[in-house]
């Protein structure tokens, strides 16, 4: 059977990406980690099936997924833990993918990498040359180099995501400020400003990325704040306080005049965005 999609990780915005293409009547093959890891809302609908890898722990893809598909959504990554898992699961799973992708002839890969591979910078685009300096910004940054080797048998569509957040994401470093507002614990930060990205308004962006003639690479960001001002928008949401925030002084903040060009990018005001994603917690 073939499959118009496959989207590495149904969890987070990757499950408003598989929910969104539903609609549209497209079919979908959805990587879990395990069986018991499948929604109960995913069960019994059309044009979705599953496959199960553990992409921290020497993934194999042969024999776990289909022959046969058109659009790969590569939105899986592991933002902190042991360093051996974080380089299986972001920079060699992406290898053995692009094998498996090249392997069984796909139109088109989307990788989503960070945008924590430029370092740092303000209102950095995708001309700015990379200088990861954490060990998952490496990670990501070694990912892309080896899309390089696999751009002349499929359309390779580059995402630089900064800072994601939104419901169902529990990793990343806005989910990390947020769990230390919530246990009251005092904040010691590397950014100073950076540029928070809501999930939901990635997805329609990851559509049209498909869609594009070529390769390219694209930054999908929302606009920069100061630490400070994100912690405020939280505490007011979750009713906590926490001690003083400190920083690093690091600033890395994205240019997003690309994806609104090209892929009708827009962004949901901070203060929206932080409500509907930890309103209630």
Same mark, same amino acid.
């Given at each position: ?32 980690p ?11 609908? !059309? ?31 592991l ?5 051996a ?21 796909v139109d ?21 040359? @990379? ?7 490496? /990670? ?56 928070? /990205? ?14 594009? !003639?070529?390769?390219?690479? @694209? ?26 925030v ?17 892929? @009708? ?11 509907y ?5």
């Amino acid at each position: 059977m073939e499959f118009t999609n496959l989207i590495t990780n149904p969890f987070g915005f990757g499950e408003r990406l598989i929910l969104e293409l539903l609609k549209k009547g497209e079919s979908i093959f959805a990587i879990f980690p395990s069986p018991k890891d499948v929604p109960m809302s995913f069960l019994g609908k !059309k044009n979705i099936k599953y496959g199960f890898v553990k992409f921290g722990q020497d993934p194999v893809f042969q024999k776990s997924l289909p022959k046969r598909i058109k659009h790969v959504f590569h939105v899986y990554d592991l933002y902190s833990g042991n360093f051996a898992r974080m380089f299986k699961a972001n920079t060699l799973a992406t290898l053995l993918l692009l094998d498996w992708a090249k392997h069984i002839g796909v139109d088109s890969f989307t990788y989503l990498s960070s945008g924590e591979v430029y370092g740092k910078g303000t209102s950095v685009d995708e001309t700015n040359p @990379c200088n990861p300096h954490g060990f998952y910004a490496t /990670t990501k940054y070694q990912a892309e180099m080896l899309l390089k080797f696999y751009g002349r048998f499929f359309r390779m569509q580059t995402v630089r995501l900064f800072f994601p957040f939104g419901k169902g994401m529990e990793q990343g470093f806005i989910w990390s400020l947020v769990q230390s507002i919530m246990s009251g614990q005092a904040i010691d930060t590397e950014y100073s400003l950076f540029s928070p /990205t809501f999930a939901d308004d990635i997805i329609e962006p990851l559509m049209k990325m498909r869609e594009l !003639k070529g390769s390219t690479i @694209c930054n999908i960001c929302g606009s920069p704040v100061r630490v400070e001002e994100l912690v405020e928008e939280v505490k007011k949401v979750v009713q906590k306080s926490s001690a003083k925030v400190q920083s690093k002084g690091v600033e890395l903040s994205g240019s997003n005049s690309k994806a609104r060009k090209l892929l @009708c990018y827009s962004e949901t005001p901070l203060h929206e965005s932080i409500q509907y994603s930890f309103g209630g917690k």
